[in-house]
């Protein structure tokens, strides 16, 4: 049994308690401690982020740690990881004004409603096109042909704004020169292809950003915060080093973090 728990969890294990090691000796190096404030806050913001209402959120969290595999003590060792993180980031994050309105704009500003459809050629991506010209119906052709998870919403995303950078530049800019109704041609995005329709244009919100700002602040450090903890993370990847003697595990190391092979 022991074999095929090492096969099964193992390298995901291993990876945790490494990064957590790195961790410890850069807060450390940074004379920082994680305090059970800090944890608890992780915690708050975690719920925050699967719902508002906190009724719904824990029976979220708890969906989602089954789904995970997050026993008490896991839980508890990502909340450190993330706590850990947020301290070490701390000294880089810049929330000015330029950054707030940009969060701003995303936030409250024009919205549209898509649908896409996302193929692994341009031959594809031509043939789709093409049977969208013939007047086939996108939703179903969604369905049959893309291998984005919206296939099953008929290709149909939540709306966003093109002044997201959170999506390609290439497909904001292609959504932004249609009307409602139109399609783009197809998009490359990395090593696939994409053709969108455009269902509608929302109109902005009625908030000024002053209105917005106190919430925007939020939303921008939260944004930085994480993306500067995942650089971070990815920093530590290979730190501190390590001698693996078992080769089952070994594998489940390298199947965990096949960039590190």
Same mark, same amino acid.
């Given at each position: ?20 090691? /790195?961790?410890? /000796? ?11 404030? /800090? ?11 699967? #719902? ?12 989602? +740690? ?9 839980? +508890? ?18 929330? #000015? ?24 050629? $341009? ?53 932004? /020169? ?45 944004? +930085? ?8 993370? $990815?920093?530590?990847? #290979? ?6 003697? #078992? ?15």
């Amino acid at each position: 049994m022991q074999e095929q728990l090492l096969e099964a969890a193992g390298g995901q294990i291993l990876s945790e308690v490494r990064l957590q090691r /790195a961790l410890e /000796a850069r807060l450390r190096e940074e004379q920082l401690k994680v305090t059970d404030a /800090a944890i608890k806050a992780e915690e708050a913001r975690l719920l925050e982020e699967l #719902d508002t209402d906190p009724d719904l959120a824990r029976m979220l969290l708890k969906t989602v +740690q089954e789904s995970e595999g997050l026993g008490p003590r896991r839980y +508890q060792e990502l909340l450190w990881r993330n706590a850990a993180l947020r301290a070490l980031i701390q000294k880089f994050v810049v929330v #000015d004004d330029e950054a707030m309105r940009r969060v701003w704009e995303v936030t409250y500003g024009p919205k549209v409603r898509i649908r896409v459809i996302v193929v692994a050629s $341009y031959a594809k991506a031509a043939t789709v096109a093409e049977k969208l010209r013939q007047g086939e119906a996108f939703d179903e052709l969604a369905i049959e042909w893309s291998i984005d998870p919206s296939r099953d919403r008929g290709g149909l995303l939540e709306t966003l704004s093109t002044a997201d950078p959170a999506y390609p530049t290439a497909l904001r800019d292609a959504i932004d /020169a249609l009307q409602p109704g139109e399609l783009t041609n197809p998009v490359l995005l990395g090593d696939r292809y994409l053709l969108a329709l455009l269902e509608e244009r929302i109109p902005a919100q009625d908030m000024t950003f002053l209105e917005a700002r106190p919430v925007v602040e939020r939303k921008t450090r939260l944004a +930085q915060e994480r993306m500067l903890m995942q650089e971070e993370a $990815y920093r530590l990847r #290979d730190e501190p080093k390590l001698l693996i003697f #078992d080769e089952t595990l070994q594998q489940s190391f390298n199947a965990t973090n096949p960039e590190l092979e």
